[in-house]
T-cell receptor
Framework: QKEVEQNSGPLSVPEGAIASLNCTYS??????FFWYRQYSGKSPELIMS????GDKEDGRFTAQLNKASQYVSLLIRDSQPSDSATYLC??????????FGKGTMLLVSP | GAGVSQSPSNKVTEKGKDVELRCDPI?????LYWYRQSLGQGLEFLIY????????KSGLPSDRFSAERTGGSVSTLTIQRTQQEDSAVYLC???????????FGPGTRLTVL
């Protein structure tokens, strides 16, 4: 089983809709979780971090963490074409380094 | 303040040559990381520096790869006798400390001919 798994996509949503991105991880001792956005040809940009079970909201973004199910998700409300990018889920297993999923490509159509 | 900077932004080299990639972390960040991203692949951890502690080199793919961090700030990743499979984007990130949010630089795109 891969350490951090994401559906590669592409996930296509119309402008204004909610995009839901999912990530599962295999190591139960994982402590902190991050979502990065990566535009084509650019480096990853941190958009959300979450450390405890439940929801964390920041503007149009909501991260959800369920440690019992080893599942973390990112919701993007009112999706915009500028949100079209690859979203990377990253997990810190307590050793300081991050383990990344391969990312989900999101396409938001006008 | 200024973000993580990396140089050069692009590097084209011939197989067998040595290359040096530089990373300047965010001021005050004690942790520095190197990753690489190959075309269509995920990010692969290479090496981690935290303060004056011995670096975590567990991700280095071969002994051709080495890195140092001088004065707890700037880091240099060196690849000796480059091979075509070394072609990738090399990304540097820094954080306030271990387990904190990591912020990435723009990367260095390395092409080995």
């Amino acid at each position: 089983q891969k350490e951090v798994e994401q559906n590669s996509g592409p996930l296509s949503v119309p402008e204004g809709a909610i995009a839901s991105l999912n990530c599962t991880y295999s190591d139960r001792v994982s402590q902190s979780f991050f979502w990065y956005r990566q535009y084509s040809g650019k480096s990853p940009e941190l958009i959300m971090s979450i450390y405890s079970n439940g929801d964390k909201e920041d503007g149009r973004f909501t991260a959800q963490l369920n440690k019992a199910s080893q599942y973390v998700s990112l919701l993007i409300r009112d999706s915009q074409p500028s949100d079209s990018a690859t979203y990377l889920c990253a997990v810190n297993r307590g050793y300081s380094t991050l383990t990344f999923g391969k990312g989900t490509m999101l396409l938001v159509s006008p | 303040g200024a973000g993580v900077s990396q140089s050069p932004s692009n590097k084209v080299t011939e197989k067998g040559k040595d290359v040096e990639l530089r990373c300047d972390p965010i001021s005050g960040h004690t942790a520095l990381y190197w990753y690489r991203q190959s075309l269509g692949q995920g990010l692969e951890f290479l090496i981690y520096f935290q303060g004056n502690s011995a670096p975590d080199k567990s991700g280095l793919p071969s002994d051709r790869f080495s890195a140092e961090r001088t004065g707890g700030s700037v880091s240099t990743l060196t690849i000796q006798r480059t091979q075509q499979e070394d072609s990738a984007v090399y990304l540097c990130a820094s954080s306030r400390g271990p387990n904190n949010e990591q912020f990435f630089g723009p990367g260095t795109r390395l092409t080995v001919l």
